[in-house]
């Protein structure tokens, strides 16, 4: 099969969300026989719902999020991307969506629609400190509590070390990075 | 349900240092009585950053680690990382490996399999079946120990390929499996299937229909048990799964019973496809012809100007990886194992981001234990069968 050439099934999603999104949907791609789908991230959860419940798509479940910091790139800081798979078509698509470098970014949970990412969301909240609006428990995760920093930012130096406490009462203590 | 702390509830605290947790896992619960009203697991305790750390790596040095990850299942992991970067490559590999690569994961299947249900009976009481259990795995250990080297952290695969060629013993080894399992798993069913204790406290304990499974993305065992047909090996084959005929065991009720009866009927089929691989096992080279990303084999290393560079290129500065991301998804004995991967272009991975199974399927387990007694969140912990390398990766 060529490589830029969609299935019969990955076209109908394609032009599904097309239809109901219009230009909301800013492109797709096919690398390796993987349809990726970029989207503006003010309509994720909107978007999540419509893979949800139409019948054309009926994505049941979803398999990843995953959240990649693109700290050189001028238009956008960071990426969030959604596997969604359908049992019922066996299809696979991702949701790709940015966010801009601000202090504190955020973008709509898809959890009320998706149980199954709860823990997904609060692990790239835990990493990258993307904000996750309507999760119920957004809480950190897998670092310890009283954890501040965001790990899988990239100006996240490798060797950084949390100090967890200091004998020197009138000094902070100085972080070594 | 809102649980709400009053005179009448009682907090708990179980881990994280508790034997039947698998690992580090802490659930702190909240009872009334001895009925679990709330259970709220707490995680991070193995957390190691792998995947920050795979980002400072170059790809090759990555392979290590994702043994450790799933440390029941090394080879599952191997795999799924080196199909996501041989992808990103354009390799493809020759059919001997693709072979030996199926034939080792199911042997790996084997693995995990086999040491769950040793360690559930342990949690259960039946305590005799950890030895039996860990009796057989001496035998998958000795596969790994003659292919690799290593009996537990095999890092035996490689992108393009395998480390080395398989052992002259290497039939002998698998054929020993496949005689004496089929034996012990009817050993097995005899000492547990219809063992009064074991269905008592294993039947209609941790419950899960098929619409809660797919909400809460569980795959693997987990997920069949309510019925519903997914096995990524099936659905989506990769490594030439497509030309090995299994079945895919379903259950029906979605409890705790049922996984043990599927996991005992995969350990039969990952029988069957060793047996398909092996007979099968085409003859050729063991790794792809691909300089520059593949070593080459020793004695032109030390024969040939140009495989000397390439051999010191390939360990000194890796190999570059062409921009790109990638999905790749494999069946892991514990559910969906996927590996998305990042590329910008450079020697070491932009992003490496796992899909660990066992993390996603732990999240199962507070729908399962609400309403349920506190000896059977240990008997929902193990039928999860949870890794904590794996969760906190």
New interface residues.
């Given amino acids: 099969m060529n490589r830029d050439e969609l299935t019969q099934k990955e076209k109908e999603v394609l032009d599904a969300l097309k239809e109901q999104f219009g230009d909301s949907i800013s492109g797709h791609e096919r690398?390796?026989g993987?349809l990726?789908i970029f989207v503006e991230n003010n309509l994720i959860f909107n978007i999540a719902q419509f893979l949800k419940d139409n019948e054309k798509c009926g994505f049941?479940?979803?398999?990843?999020i995953?959240g990649?910091?693109w700290i050189d790139c001028s238009e956008m800081r960071y990426e969030i991307?959604y596997?969604f798979y359908s049992?019922r078509n066996?299809t696979?698509v991702?949701i790709r969506t940015t966010l801009p470098d601000v202090n504190e970014p955020k973008i709509r949970s898809i959890q009320p629609l998706?149980?199954?990412?709860?823990?997904?969301e609060r692990e790239v909240y835990d990493?990258l400190g993307i904000v996750f609006e309507g999760h119920p428990d957004l809480r950190r995760?897998?670092?310890?509590e009283g954890f501040e920093d965001w790990?899988?930012r990239k100006d996240?130096p490798?060797t950084y070390e949390m100090p967890h406490f200091s004998h020197n009462k009138n000094k902070p203590p100085e972080i070594i990075k | 349900m809102s649980a709400v702390a009053s005179e009448k509830t009682m907090t708990i605290n179980l881990g994280p240092q508790h034997p039947a947790t698998h690992g580090v896992l802490r659930v702190v619960l909240e009872l009334d009585g001895e009925t679990i009203i709330k259970a709220t697991p707490h995680l991070g305790y193995l957390h190691t950053g792998i995947e920050k750390t795979a980002e400072s790596k170059l790809y090759y040095k990555v392979i290590p680690m994702t043994d450790r990850m799933d440390y029941l299942s090394p080879m599952s992991n191997n795999l799924g990382f080196v199909l996501a970067v041989e992808k990103l490559l354009g390799i493809e590999v020759p059919e001997k490996v693709k072979f030996a690569r199926v034939l080792l994961s199911e042997i790996t299947r084997l693995n995990s399999h086999i040491v769950w249900l040793g360690t559930h009976a342990l949690d259960v009481g039946a305590m005799s079946m950890l030895l039996y259990t860990f009796r057989e795995r001496e035998l998958i250990m000795d596969v790994y120990e003659a292919v690799s080297g290593q009996r537990m952290m095999s890092t035996y695969f490689r992108i393009g390929g395998l480390a080395y060629d398989l052992p002259l013993d290497f039939d002998e080894k698998i054929k020993k499996i496949l005689k004496i399992f089929p034996e012990k798993l009817k050993d097995y069913e005899r000492l547990l299937s219809k063992n009064r204790i074991w269905i008592k406290r294993l039947t209609g304990i941790g419950t899960l229909t098929a619409e809660e499974a797919l909400d809460l993305s569980l795959t693997g065992p987990l997920l069949r048990s309510t019925g519903v047909n997914y096995d990524v090996r099936k659905a989506q084959p990769y490594s030439g799964y497509e030309k090995f005929d299994f079945d895919v065991p379903l259950g029906k009720n979605g409890d705790c019973y049922d996984r043990y009866l599927i996991r005992i009927e995969e350990m039969r089929q990952s029988l069957k496809i060793i047996k398909q691989a092996l007979d099968g096992m085409p003859e050729g080279p063991y790794c792809a012809d691909v300089p520059g990303v593949v070593l080459p084999p020793k004695p032109k290393v030390l024969t040939e100007m140009e495989a000397l560079i390439y051999h010191f290129k390939i360990i000194t500065e890796g190999f570059k990886v062409p921009a790109g991301s990638y999905y790749q998804a494999i069946e892991s004995p514990k559910g969906e194992l996927g590996f998305y991967m990042v590329s910008d272009g450079s020697a070491k991975p932009y992003r490496m981001r796992v899909r660990p199974p066992s993390f996603i399927n732990l999240q199962a387990l507070e729908p399962m234990v609400r309403g349920a007694l506190v000896a059977d969140v240990i008997t929902c912990i193990g039928s999860i069968d949870i890794v904590l390398g794996e969760v906190d990766r």
């Fill in positions: 690398t390796f993987q990726s049941e479940t979803v398999s990843d995953c990649v910091d991307v596997v049992f066996n696979r991702l998706y149980p199954g990412a709860d823990w997904l990493m995760i897998l670092t310890p790990p899988h996240f490798l």
